[in-house]
């Protein structure tokens, strides 16, 4: 069953460019290391509150990204330039 993870962050609005740099290599790096990661995208709020929306084939594939994805080296630099992070992972029951 499909999973979609959301990711919300603060980050410098000076930064803006660089959070984006980071976040496209972020999901590069995902779909070059791991199979499942079907959509991501990214935006942010009017609050500047920024949030990130990855769309994954199961929650078996997106808890295989979540142990092999943060130790490596893209997987800190993509956190370095966030604050505050917060997510929560939504089970897809139904789509129209």
Do not use: C, K, N
Not at 22 to 50: Q, S
Request: glycine share 8%.
């Amino acid at each position: 069953m499909p999973v979609i993870s959301i990711t919300r962050f603060q980050a410098d609005a000076a930064g803006a460019d660089e959070v984006r740099a980071r976040h496209a290599a972020l999901v590069a790096a995902t779909r070059d290391a791991l199979p499942g990661l079907t959509e991501a995208r990214l935006g942010r709020l009017d609050d500047g509150t920024w949030v990130g929306v990855w769309r994954w084939d199961s929650a078996a594939s997106l808890q295989a990204a979540r142990q092999t994805i943060p130790p490596t080296a893209v997987g800190v630099a993509a956190f370095e330039v966030v604050r505050e992070a917060t997510g929560e992972d939504i089970e897809v029951l139904d789509e129209y």
